[in-house]
């Protein structure tokens, strides 16, 4: 089947600092990727889509310029959080899509920003 | 706009049946997907109705009727490790974002 490999899982930084969330198909290429952030006991917050070797188009009120998204392969997409503040803080996950494997996701990164 | 409504919090014991609705409103409606997330987690996939009528996978079926913009998912023989999220979510369109229900927090009770 079709896995998402998402790292770190886990991450502290301090603020002003910025972190990099990778997002890997395992065994399929994904067409597009789409990055969410979740708050607790709140739903997925879609941030932005990205297709491979084309720029992310940004949900309205996510500023680009500190969620930096690269789709540099079918396989990989990055999401770096920049100038990271304690409200980033916040559960980042993945998800690629691919015409067979329809939507598979990554298991997710907990940043916390001190 | 664009808003899929579902319960804020089922509450069951085990080996009950549940079922958590969902009400949509979209443009463009390709289909209804429900997922289940533990806290900590990340969503897992557990069906798809992209026609009326029932899906059932093992314990857990779904249902579409898109004549009333409406679906459910039905948990049968509950178990506390089905103490969960449940979000219904939508592709409605050709750029296949999902738009997201605010999910469903179920709890089992022994």
């Known amino acids: ?114 | 706009g664009q808003s899929l409504e579902q319960p804020s919090e089922v509450t069951a014991v085990e080996g009950a049946i549940v079922q958590i609705n969902c009400t949509y409103q979209t443009s463009g409606f390709y289909g209804l997907s429900w997922y289940q997330q533990h806290d900590g987690g990340a969503p897992t996939f557990l069906s798809y109705n992209a026609l009326d009528g029932l899906e059932e996978t093992g314990r857990f079926s779904s249902f579409l009727s898109r004549s009333d913009s409406y679906g459910y998912l039905l948990l049968q023989e509950l178990q506390m490790k089905d103490s969960a999220s449940y979000f219904c979510a939508s592709n409605a369109g050709n750029n296949r974002k999902l738009i997201w229900g605010l999910g469903t927090s179920l709890a089992v009770n022994p």
């Not at chain 1, 502290?12 to 972190?19: D, Q």
Request: net charge neutral; charged share 15%; aromatic share 12%.
């Open chain 1, 1 to 114: 089947g079709a896995v998402v490999s998402q790292h770190p899982s886990w991450v502290i930084c301090k603020s002003g600092t910025s972190v990099k969330i990778e997002c890997r198909s395992l065994d399929f290429q994904a067409t597009t990727m789409f990055w969410y952030r979740q708050f607790p006991k709140q739903s997925l917050m879609l941030m932005a889509t990205s297709n491979e070797g084309s720029k992310a188009t940004y949900e309205q009120g996510v500023e680009k310029d500190k969620f930096l998204i690269n789709h540099a392969s079918l396989t990989l997409s990055t999401l770096t959080v920049t100038s990271a503040h304690p409200e980033d803080s916040s559960f980042y996950i993945c998800s690629a899509s691919s015409e067979n494997y329809g939507y598979t996701f990554g298991s997710g990164t907990r940043l916390t920003v001190v």
